[in-house]
């Protein structure tokens, strides 16, 4: 019987798009804040039983991009933005959250922190990713920027279906920050001044995205020097303090350049 098939047909595809309808917001629901956002959600990717990426040589994933987060919004709020992260310590946070907190915060834009992982250790580079067309030029700052470190390799600018990116209402960007199965990446990752490096890369990216070029004034001390290292009690001092989500500057003077 035809008819009662196709009519079977016609149900399972209306359901179909409708579950499609409940997964990605709609073109017309997507928000434009690319160039007006005062608000990142910074989102340090896995945590608690999600470890991420791991390898016997290297720190998880987990530890690596809360730390490069950390940074990051550290950064940004030296730069008179609000800043929420999804978390700032080791625990677990499932995707629909992260999804609930980036949509629940207004005027803002999410950026979402990984390493990368590979069978073929060969394979190193950064790559970035968003679903929403309003998010594609801070994708390509973020990934100009990273580049621009000596020796970066380039692995291009991708749309992508990752949930953290396609439930999102705003602009969204996962930045994959290297390979941890990669010898080099993964060695770097492990120290602290080049997660520090790469922090400011992707915060200078974020500033000139809302701002334009040139406003962007790295916090000191200067991420790169070819100065000796500070005594370690001078190192002390430029660890990261960690805030509670939410905890921004507030109603901070809109100036970039004050300190
Ligand atoms: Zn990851």
Redesign the pocket.
């Known amino acids: 019987m035809p008819g009662r098939n196709w009519g079977i047909i016609v149900a399972v595809g209306a359901l179909f798009l409708a579950g499609c309808g409940m997964v990605s917001p709609p073109q017309q629901q997507l928000k434009n804040t690319s160039r007006s956002f005062t608000t990142i959600v910074v989102d340090a990717?896995?945590g608690g039983r999600d470890s991420?990426?791991y390898r016997r040589y290297g720190p998880p994933?987990k530890t690596v991009t809360l730390d490069v987060a950390t940074r990051l919004s550290r950064k940004l709020r030296e730069s008179q933005f609000n800043v929420v992260m999804t978390r700032t310590n080791d625990v677990f946070i499932s995707l629909d959250t992260r999804v609930d907190i980036e949509n629940s915060t207004p005027n803002s834009v999410f950026v979402s922190i990984?390493?990368n992982d590979s069978r073929r250790r060969g394979v190193k580079g950064f790559e970035t990713y968003y679903r929403s067309p309003y998010a594609a030029e801070l994708a390509q700052n973020i990934q100009n920027r990273l580049c621009s470190i000596k020796g970066a390799v380039n692995r291009g600018v991708h749309t992508a279906d990752y949930r953290v990116v396609r439930k999102a209402i705003y602009p969204a960007v996962l930045v994959e920050c290297g390979y941890l199965s990669n010898r080099s990446e993964g060695h770097e990752a492990r120290n602290g001044d080049y997660r520090e490096l790469l922090a400011d890369r992707i915060a200078q990216a974020i500033v000139e995205q809302r701002h334009g070029p040139g406003v962007y004034h790295a916090p000191a001390p200067a991420v790169v020097s070819q100065e000796p290292p500070p005594p370690p009690a001078q190192q002390q001092k430029r660890k990261p303090v960690l805030a509670p989500p939410g905890e921004g500057p507030g109603l901070a003077p809109p100036t970039l350049t004050g300190h």
């Open positions: 990717g896995h991420g990426a994933e990984h390493f």
